[in-house]
């Protein structure tokens, strides 16, 4: 069965520049989550959905980020401008919801230089 | 408090070893309880999952809840060198099923 996917693995920009992650979830789960990984915070989620609805943004740092998730089979986390400060691996999950388990994809590792 | 705390460690246990690695978290009312493992550069990968007080066994691993103390535990029997890697606990909090808070994981690492 294919996992969660994301799209690019890494990204390398330049401060100022928009950045579009992209996430498939693993079909057939309602639930999905950004979460974003750093030595100083851990993993930190920033945003999930539940049936294609925002459901808790209360992670997201600031006004530059943004995710969308259109249909169940696709969502994006966006950054908008981006600084250096945002360099971090970004790394999307999916779960059938309730307490269940959430599985990860490979991530994004993110620079913004 | 941190919601979810953990020993950074990093914590070195010989092959074939058991390696105790411990949670604790602040929300008494938590329910779900994970355990991922990560290995550097890569993906959290969910090892075990516990809801009930008590031991719940997979293979080499059991993962240990006491809802009373507020405290999670996975050990590890028979270590191998490729156990070694960070050790996330994951906690959901009642109010809130899909809300997951991480802790900042333990570095196991296993000697041969």
């Known amino acids: 069965d294919a996992g969660v996917i994301q799209s690019p693995r890494h990204e390398v920009t330049e401060m100022g520049q928009e950045v579009t992650l992209r996430c498939k979830p693993i079909?057939?789960?309602?639930?999905l989550f950004w979460y974003r990984q750093t030595m100083m915070r851990g993993l930190e989620l920033l945003i999930y959905?539940?049936?294609?609805?925002?459901?808790?943004d209360s992670g997201m740092p600031e006004d530059r980020f943004s995710a969308k998730m259109p249909n169940a089979s696709f969502s994006t986390l966006k950054i908008q401008p981006s600084e250096p400060r945002d360099s971090a691996v970004y790394f999307c999950?999916?779960?059938?919801?309730?307490?269940?388990?959430?599985?990860f994809g490979d991530g994004t590792r993110l620079s913004i230089l | 408090q941190k919601e979810v705390e953990q020993n950074s460690g990093p914590l070195s246990v010989p092959e074939g070893a058991i390696a105790s690695l411990n949670c604790t978290y602040s929300?008494?009312?938590?329910?779900?309880f994970f355990w991922y493992r990560q290995y550097s550069g890569k993906s959290p990968e969910l090892i075990m999952f516990?809801?009930?007080?008590g031991d719940k066994e997979d293979g080499r691993f059991t993962a240990q809840l006491n809802k009373a103390s507020q405290y999670v535990s996975l050990l590890i029997r028979d270590s191998q060198p490729s156990d070694s890697a960070t050790y996330l606990c994951?906690?959901?909090?009642?109010?809130?099923?899909?809300?997951?808070?991480f802790g900042a994981g333990t570095r196991l690492t296993v000697k041969p």
């Open positions: 999950a999916s779960s059938t919801g309730g307490p269940q388990p959430q599985h």
């Open positions: 079909s057939g789960h309602n639930s």
């Open positions: 959905f539940n049936n294609n609805v925002p459901i808790d």
């Open positions: 929300d008494r009312g938590s329910q779900s």
């Open positions: 516990i809801y009930s007080n």
């Open positions: 994951a906690v959901m909090p009642l109010r809130n099923n899909n809300d997951m808070r």
